[in-house]
């Protein structure tokens, strides 16, 4: 079965309710993950150019859409606001400056940005509030480690780490078969905990806020968990 078919498929059998998306250069493709509202995996692919992976989400018709990526340049300072803010509760990521042009390293971001702009029509950029409706930014990371309460512990590899937080959310990580299957899922995860209304953002909206999803950020650093993830 092809891969339009496929989503076209799933759509009609009906029950998406969110969907992860994690970026990568355009070498190494997309990977988008659907969760229907009982979190059951309602589709898993990889490999997806950005046209291919909107053209899945505008199929499946989700109720939101969270993207593993920054959606827009800094216009702050050599980072985001929304990176700032998690870097106070020890969550570390990239940092996004301004625009620095063709950049090798900063390509991936773009593809990001391409993927937020074909979704805009149907799924315009969350900037706060409620979620239904938008496409939102997410970093896996984040989420990851705000509904563990706790970093990562170092004994802890990443992947078995986000793989543990998506089984005890009840999602079968076990059906996801890349580490980059397991970050859009918790994309997707985010998502639909946002539904419900137990999220927050970080962030200034003039130049993007994230998704997270607890309702409050802690005012304090996170603890580093204990080694005992499966």
Not at 120 to 144: C, K, M, N, Q
């Amino acid at each position: 079965m092809s891969l339009f078919r496929e989503a076209n498929r799933a759509a009609y059998a009906g029950g998406a309710a969110s969907a992860g998306i994690d970026v990568a250069e355009p070498r190494k493709g997309l990977d988008l993950v659907v969760l229907g509202r009982d979190r059951n995996i309602l589709l898993s692919r990889g490999r997806l150019t950005p046209e291919e992976a909107a053209y899945i989400a505008l199929s499946m018709r989700p109720t939101v859409v969270c993207i593993d990526s920054p959606s827009g340049w800094s216009t702050s300072g050599r980072s985001r606001s929304a990176e700032r803010l998690l870097a106070r509760v020890g969550i570390q990521s990239y940092r996004t400056g301004a625009d620095p042009g063709d950049h090798p390293f900063y390509r991936w971001m773009r593809v990001g940005f391409e993927v937020f702009a074909r979704l805009s029509t149907a799924y315009p950029l969350y900037r706060g509030g409620p979620v239904a409706g938008t496409a939102a930014e997410i970093f896996p990371h984040a989420s990851a480690c705000l509904l563990a309460g706790a970093l990562r512990p170092r004994a802890v590899s990443k992947h078995r780490f986000r793989r543990t937080i998506l089984e005890q959310a009840g999602v079968r990580e076990d059906q996801l078969e890349t580490g980059d299957r397991v970050d859009a899922a918790l994309g997707a995860l985010t998502g639909l905990i946002a539904l419900d209304g137990a999220h927050s953002a970080v962030g200034d909206p003039s130049e993007g806020v994230i998704l997270l999803p607890v309702a409050r950020v802690p005012d304090q650093p996170l603890p580093r968990g204990r080694a005992t993830l499966r």
